[in-house]
């Protein structure tokens, strides 16, 4: 735990200022500091009665190991603690990544936790953080969103799109190019070549007829992949892949389309689960849950998630 790692704080119209306080307070690790607004997060924990100790900084040369929880203020416009103008939000956010994103390829930090954000603040522009940082690191089209837990993986090859536009991204290089980034860099960070499984896209894989996507186009990456000595096998029909058999006999399971893979995936394991971007020059995680609109300043937000990301930078940085 020598390095330093960053937390976002995210979009302020959520959760996200409960779960990091609770996240401090069972956690009180001193090389953790936040990219946010110091005003709106000491405002918005104080109005949940949650007490932690948060100092402000301007720069990152003043931080230091303590028993406090350093805020690396980022300017943000509001008038209501828990109602903040989305316009505002966006500039804020996008500042935030900014500042992560040099942060990391300098070096400064080993990686960042974004907490959640509303997708509404991309604004048709992004699909969402993981294809933003991917332009950000050039990395376009060979980025993997992968879910994360000590006993499976799962990856979507496509990711925040609608249905009706899945089959025309899946593609033989699309699935070539992320499965290439995934098997690098899970070798990468847990030192074993992941043994994958794939799955197809229709039900009961379009009952194996020739024109089929999974004829097509699945079955032909998957050879080449072989070839290239990547340990994969299917393509798998989607309804019988999460079960017993499947998921311990496999690291990852890749699928489609996003709930494809992460719909069984919650219900399987719930908020044990963390979010990685693979592919990138550095480390990114975020929790595996959204900002939770609904139960903001109740107190009732879960932080295991975030925490079991904060977990994991720190057991990479060991």
């Known amino acids: 735990m020598n390095k330093l790692i960053a937390i976002i704080a995210g979009d302020p119209n959520s959760i996200n200022s409960e779960i990091i306080a609770k996240a401090w307070i069972k956690k009180k690790l001193k090389n953790i500091f936040i990219i946010g607004n110091f005003s709106i997060l000491k405002k918005q924990i104080l109005k949940l009665n949650i007490k932690i100790q948060i100092t402000k ?20 416009k509001f008038k209501s603690i828990f109602n903040v103008n989305l316009s505002a939000i966006r500039t804020y956010v996008f500042e935030s990544f900014d500042i992560a994103h040099n942060l990391a390829i300098k070096k400064k930090i080993t990686g960042f936790v974004n907490a959640p954000i509303n997708k509404k603040i991309f604004n048709n522009r992004y699909l969402g953080v993981t294809e933003y940082l991917s332009e950000k690191n050039k990395t376009k089209n060979t980025e993997v969103m992968m879910i994360h837990n000590k006993k499976l993986s799962v990856v979507p090859i496509t990711t925040h799109i609608e249905i009706k536009n899945v089959t025309n991204k899946i593609t033989y290089n699309l699935i070539k190019k992320k499965i290439i980034t995934l098997n690098k860099f899970y070798f990468k960070l847990f030192k074993k070549k992941p ?124």
Do not use: W
């Not at 900084?57 to 943000?76: A, G, H, Q």
């Not at 489609?256 to 995936?265: E, G, N, S, T």
């Open 57 to 76: 900084i301007n720069k990152l040369e003043d931080f230091k190991k303590s028993e406090k929880l350093f805020v690396l203020d980022v300017p943000l």
């Open 195 to 318: 043994k994958i499984a794939i799955l197809g896209l229709n039900p009961h894989n379009s009952e194996n007829k020739t024109n089929s996507i999974e004829n097509k186009i699945i079955r032909p990456a998957l050879i080449e992949l072989k070839r290239l000595k990547i340990n994969i096998n299917g393509p798998f029909p989607a309804d019988t892949a999460f079960n017993k058999k499947n998921i311990f006999a496999y690291d990852v399971i890749v699928g489609m389309y996003h709930d494809q893979v992460l719909a069984p995936f919650k219900a399987l394991y719930g908020y044990d689960g963390i979010n990685l971007t693979l592919g990138l020059k550095y480390l990114r995680l975020s929790p595996d849950h959204g900002t939770a609109m609904d139960i903001v300043g109740l107190n009732r937000a879960n932080p295991q998630s975030l925490i079991s990301a904060i977990n994991f930078l720190n057991k990479i940085n060991d």
